[in-house]
Nanobody, 114 residues
Framework: QVHLVESGGGLVQPGGSLRLSCAAS????????MAWYRQAPGKRRELLAD???????NYAESVKGRFTISRDNANNTMYLQMNSLKPEDTAVYYC????????WGQGTQVTVSS
């Protein structure tokens, strides 16, 4: 059974930083392109960044230059380093395969506010 567990969210002031983690189990993590998503209240889930098994990365324009995705295949973990956070980054953040076809986890809340 697949489990995705996101952590690391919290309340941060504009301009601050957070590092999110995604722990995966039940899949051969290293085989897949993994991704971070977010969903703000009243909005559709948004794909933010993905990272292939070989480390190649892609970013949405909304986060390019501010967020960095990385992965640790040995520990089935993926990360999202978020810098220069803005109020509009407030959302619940999720990880999944880039196809979004695994069972979604609970997500981790990120709130950017002064």
């Amino acid at each position: 059974q697949v489990h995705l567990v996101e952590s690391g969210g919290g309340l941060v002031q504009p301009g601050g930083s957070l590092r999110l983690s995604c722990a995966a189990s039940g899949i051969i993590f290293s085989h897949y392109t993994m991704a971070w998503y977010r969903q703000a209240p009243g909005k559709r889930r948004e794909l933010l960044a993905d990272i292939a098994a070989n480390g190649r990365r892609n970013y949405a324009e909304s986060v390019k230059g501010r967020f960095t995705i990385s992965r640790d295949n040995a520990n089935n973990t993926m990360y999202l380093q978020m810098n220069s956070l803005k109020p509009e980054d407030t959302a619940v953040y999720y990880c999944n395969r880039v196809l979004g076809d695994l069972q979604w986890g609970q997500g981790t809340q990120v709130t950017v506010s002064s």
